[in-house]
C-alpha cells in the first residue's frame, strides 16, 4: 500500500502501483479532492450533473483495498476509519464521461452489510 495525507490531514492508503495506472491515481487525488472540498480540481474532474456525496467531518483515514477500472466504469473497495466511531465499509462506483477522459459523470456508494 502506498500512502498520501490531504491538507486537512487525512490519511489516504492505495494500492501499489497506481502511479503506473493514471486513471486508478485520478480516483485516489479525486477522493482526496472531494475530502479537502478541493472547487478547482472537482470543477474540471466532475460533470455539473454529477451528484457527490456529504463527506463525514471525523473520517481520520480511508483504506482503498482495491481500485478497479475498465473502460467508462470504476469500483473502490474502501474502509472508512472515523476518529470517534466505528470503521465503515463502502463501495464507491464511479461512471466516467466516456472511457478517454477522465471526467467523472456519476458515482454511487454502497455501505457493506452487516455479518
Not at 60 to 65: A, F, G, L, P, V
Request: proline share 4%.
Amino acid at each position: 500500500m502506498e500512502t498520501i495525507k490531504t491538507e486537512n490531514g487525512v490519511v489516504i492508503e492505495y494500492p501499489a502501483g497506481c502511479g503506473n495506472a493514471p486513471r486508478k491515481f485520478f480516483l485516489v487525488e479525486a477522493v482526496a479532492a472531494v475530502l479537502e472540498k478541493d472547487g478547482p480540481f472537482l470543477e474540471g474532474a466532475v460533470t455539473e450533473e454529477a451528484q457527490l456525496p456529504e463527506i463525514p467531518g471525523d473520517i481520520e483515514k480511508i483504506t482503498m483495498n482495491s481500485i478497479i477500472t475498465h473502460g467508462k466504469d470504476a469500483a473502490m473497495e474502501c474502509t472508512l476509519h472515523f476518529q470517534s466511531r466505528a470503521s465503515l465499509e463502502a463501495g464507491i462506483f464511479v461512471t466516467f464521461k466516456s472511457a478517454g477522459k477522465n471526467v467523472i459523470r456519476r458515482v454511487n456508494i454502497f455501505r457493506k452489510a452487516a455479518e
